[in-house]
T-cell receptor, first 113, second 116 residues
Framework: GQQLNQSPQSMFIQEGEDVSMNCTSSSIFNTWLWYKQDPGEGPVLLIALYKAGELTSNGRLTAQFGITRKDSFLNISASIPSDVGIYFCAGQLSGAGSYQLTFGKGTKLSVIP | GAGVSQSPSNKVTEKGKDVELRCDPI?????LYWYRQRLGQGLEFLIYFQGNSAPDKSGLPSDRFSAERTGESVSTLTIQRTQQEDSAVYLC??????????????FGPGTRLTVT
């Protein structure tokens, strides 16, 4: 089955620093999604990407859909303490069963004030 | 309005017992998904319901797992004869319709299942 490799697994950064994380896949995806999960909560969608090469921003977050359609990155600028959490990438294939998402294992972000 | 709710929030059970997990989707959402999240892992798709269509059960890991949904309302995920490897957080999500952009999948807080 499809696998998403998400890196890094965890990050410790100082408040105010920029953060970058990425996902790569062995398969081509039609959609890339980035979610954030806080402890005891379900994932919340941050950014959705639908076209190869697309670069989308949401406040301090920026994500790109790789040209090969096999990778995506998420950047967070000027991190703040509330950015702490686990960030997941997820990809969606086209065709039958396209509602299914394949998730990465997550990047755990810790922000040191 | 109210989001997706799940109950119980935590469940501890003995190996071999059956458990039932409940999901209340957002009112009016026709699509409902169950996922499993093991410690330190991403989400694994389990099952998908869309209206009155036959559910997609392709993600269920074994025949000990089953799920039901009455119309477009509550869904229950049942795990029979629980095993320790079933310990995980079980997440439910709903969306307005199968044709919705996937960003419209709204997740509940999950049920943390611990099998001792």
């Amino acid at each position: 089955g499809q696998q998403l490799n998400q890196s890094p697994q965890s990050m410790f950064i100082q408040e105010g620093e920029d953060v970058s994380m990425n996902c790569t896949s062995s398969s081509i995806f039609n959609t890339w999604l980035w979610y954030k999960q806080d402890p005891g909560e379900g994932p919340v969608l941050l950014i959705a990407l639908y076209k190869a090469g697309e670069l989308t921003s949401n406040g301090r977050l920026t994500a790109q859909f790789g040209i090969t359609r096999k990778d995506s990155f998420l950047n967070i600028s000027a991190s703040i303490p509330s950015d702490v959490g686990i960030y997941f990438c997820a990809g969606q294939l086209s065709g039958a069963g396209s509602y299914q998402l394949t998730f990465g294992k997550g990047t755990k972000l810790s922000v040191i004030p | 309005g109210a989001g997706v709710s799940q109950s119980p929030s935590n469940k501890v059970t003995e190996k071999g017992k059956d458990v039932e997990l409940r999901c209340d989707p957002i009112s009016g959402h026709t699509a409902l998904y169950w996922y499993r999240q093991r410690l330190g892992q991403g989400l694994e798709f389990l099952i998908y319901f869309q209206g009155n269509s036959a559910p997609d059960k392709s993600g269920l890991p074994s025949d000990r797992f089953s799920a039901e949904r009455t119309g477009e309302s509550v869904s229950t995920l049942t795990i029979q004869r629980t095993q320790q490897e079933d310990s995980a957080v079980y997440l439910c999500a709903s969306s307005p319709a199968a044709s919705s952009p996937l960003y419209e999948q709204y997740f509940g807080p999950g049920t943390r299942l611990t099998v001792t």
